[in-house]
């Protein structure tokens, strides 16, 4: 038996240059650290959409509350008499104007200080709401020529970008 001649290098065998290999793992490196930074900046701002969430329905909780209350003061019948110093003695939606310490007229073991997490209407604080913080502003407007009052709920978190979530209503008398 013959054997074939040797004409050259064999054609059918192929492979990849070690200067092709090391393309190729540069490409992939590069887009797998394209991918990283990418799913890093959605990891980091995953939990603005929940701190959202909860800041919406804090400041909604608190506009509730105050619109629930009476237009006019109840102690002097006048739209916005002396505010009370205390949440517990809110009786008209004027007395939130200004609220400090986002309510609270008590601590707990969670949130130590006043004011370190949002509170009930009895100005109890909501544990789960630590480093929430509430802002009430009420100005008289006028609203389809019809006197009444324009009340702002800020409702914001240390971890939320921004100034937070901020809810508006108008109050007229009933």
Do not use: W
Not at 65 to 86: H, K, Q
Not at 112 to 140: H, K, M, N, Q, Y
Request: charge should be negative; aromatic fraction near 6%; glycine fraction near 10%.
């Amino acid at each position: 038996m013959s054997c074939p001649a040797n004409n050259g290098p064999n054609k059918a065998v192929r492979g990849f240059s070690l200067l092709e290999m090391l393309a190729a793992i540069v490409v992939l490196g590069l887009v797998f650290a394209g991918f990283a930074s990418v799913y890093g900046t959605v990891l980091r701002h995953g939990s603005d959409a929940q701190l959202h969430s909860q800041a919406t329905a804090v400041a909604s909780a608190y506009l509730d509350e105050i619109l629930s209350t009476p237009y006019l003061d109840p102690d002097t019948g006048l739209v916005c008499g002396t505010p009370e110093a205390n949440r517990l003695d809110f009786d008209n939606t004027c007395d939130y104007h200004n609220l400090s310490l986002n309510g609270c007229t008590s601590t707990s073991s969670a949130c130590p200080t006043l004011g370190s997490c949002a509170c009930d209407a009895s100005g109890a604080p909501v544990d789960g709401l630590r480093e929430f913080t509430v802002t009430v502003d009420i100005t008289a407007s006028s609203l389809s020529g019809a006197d009444g009052l324009a009340v702002t709920v800020t409702a914001g978190h240390t971890g939320l970008a921004g100034d937070g979530v901020s809810l508006q209503a108008y109050r007229t008398e009933d």
